[in-house]
């Protein structure tokens, strides 16, 4: 996409049982000196871990949900709900942005970290329905299949809406 751009990797195993706590401790301890080392423009984190550091360049982050804190029975104990709390509210001071995919991640941000209402923007996730992309298969009926739709931040919406569109086509 951008040929002018470097692509750094850092190759660090993260503990699968302790993934939040390695995935920070990489962020700020690794990262940072990347940071430091190159001239960054801005820095999107995919993902909700992004340091214990404040950074002097444009920051976004893109968290995709905060279940561990909005259905604290996800976790295993209160200890693991905390520190879920604590590492979002951490990430979320020190960004700039917070690119919120869906209504209810917005809501459910701004509802558990009100301090951060004001860097929250919506983005959907990119839908390609391209047709060339989209596998046809025989049957009788046509039928789409959604899973996890149990769950109202998973768009639901956006996928009724994206059928309406293809189905008229």
């Known amino acids: 996409i951008t040929p002018e751009s470097e692509i750094v990797i850092i190759k660090d195993m993260i503990n699968e049982k302790h993934a939040r706590i390695s995935a920070q401790l990489v962020q700020t301890l690794k990262f940072h000196r990347l940071y430091e080392k190159y001239n960054f423009d801005v820095i999107l984190f995919a993902s909700s871990e992004v340091g214990l550091f404040k950074y002097k360049v444009p920051t976004l982050i893109i968290p995709h949900d905060i279940q561990n804190v909005s259905r604290p029975e996800m976790n295993k104990n209160k200890i693991m709900f905390y520190l879920h709390y604590f590492s979002y509210k951490i990430s979320f001071k020190n960004m700039d942005r917070i690119i919120a995919i869906s209504d ?49 931040h998973k768009n639901i919406d956006t996928l009724i809406r994206a059928f309406s569109l293809f189905s008229k086509n």
């Not at 809501?107 to 959907?124: C, V």
């Open 104 to 152: 209810v991640d917005k809501q459910e941000i701004e509802k558990y970290y009100p301090f951060a209402k004001n860097k929250i923007i919506k983005i959907y996730d990119p839908i390609d329905m391209a047709e060339k992309e989209i596998k046809h298969v025989e049957n009788k009926q046509e039928y789409i299949l959604a899973v996890n739709i149990q769950y109202e």
